[in-house]
């Protein structure tokens, strides 16, 4: 089998550069020297589950005690909270303190302030998740509002319509019933009916016209009697 030649060799997955024969006739993925960890520089040989665990993360080959000693560093030295992880790395940090004796206080001191910050912000997303939630509510209730006065309106209207023609049902049975009654006044409406009917005529301008005339002949405009 010949040697493969320089663009075959895969690289290191932990730096990147070629890999040396003998690291590929074992099958290796980095090199030897690759195996250390990026913080304490001690070996990692061995630690193949720990160092691929890293690679699949995106993070710095290290120990994962090296790894939360470095992110607090980090913290101390910037105050920034990068991730979650440094969160995690801190607890860690602190619940490991339980059993020193003189614990530091500084770093405990330094998350804390952090967690009230953390606690404010908290603080705000709920204040605006709660404006929020009553701007919605106040827009269902007047949209409640607008439902029901619609409706109420429409049911007044009816009410009032129905009221009217009520009304106008009783005053022609009453008309109607009189006319039965006192015949001449049937006379009297379909006059004033065919007068008011023609163009430049109301209805009181011919019924005064209609009663004048009844009047001028000597009959009461009422019965069609005549007048004594
Ligand atoms: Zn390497
Ligand atoms: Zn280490």
Redesign the pocket.
């Known amino acids: 089998m010949p040697a493969p030649t320089d663009s075959q060799i895969p690289p290191?997955a932990?730096?990147l550069?070629p890999l040396s024969l003998d690291e590929l006739n074992l099958n290796r993925r980095?090199?030897f020297?690759?195996e250390q960890c990026s913080v304490c520089k001690q070996s990692m040989s061995g630690a193949v589950a720990m160092i691929e665990k890293c690679l699949a993360d995106g993070k710095p080959i290290a120990h994962s005690v090296c790894a939360n000693v470095a992110a607090i560093q980090q913290f101390r030295e910037t105050g920034i909270i990068q991730n979650s992880q440094l969160l995690d790395a801190m607890n860690e940090e602190l619940l490991i303190y339980r059993y020193v004796v003189a614990p530091p206080t500084s770093d405990i001191e330094l998350l804390r302030g952090h967690l009230i910050k953390v606690q404010e912000y908290a603080a705000t997303v709920s204040e605006m998740l709660r404006t929020a939630q009553v701007k919605i509510k106040i827009h269902a209730i007047q949209d409640e509002a607008v439902v029901y006065k619609e409706k109420k309106t429409k049911e007044r209207k009816e009410k009032t319509e129905k009221a009217e023609t009520e009304q106008r049902t009783a005053e022609r049975s009453a008309m109607l019933a009189a006319e039965r009654k006192t015949p001449w006044l049937r006379d009297r409406r379909k006059s004033i009916e065919s007068l008011a009917g023609l163009p430049g005529w109301t209805w009181d301008l011919a019924e005064k016209a209609i009663d004048d005339k009844t009047r001028a002949s000597g009959k009461d405009p009422q019965t069609g009697e005549a007048i004594q």
């Open positions: 290191c932990i730096c550069q980095w090199h020297d690759c």
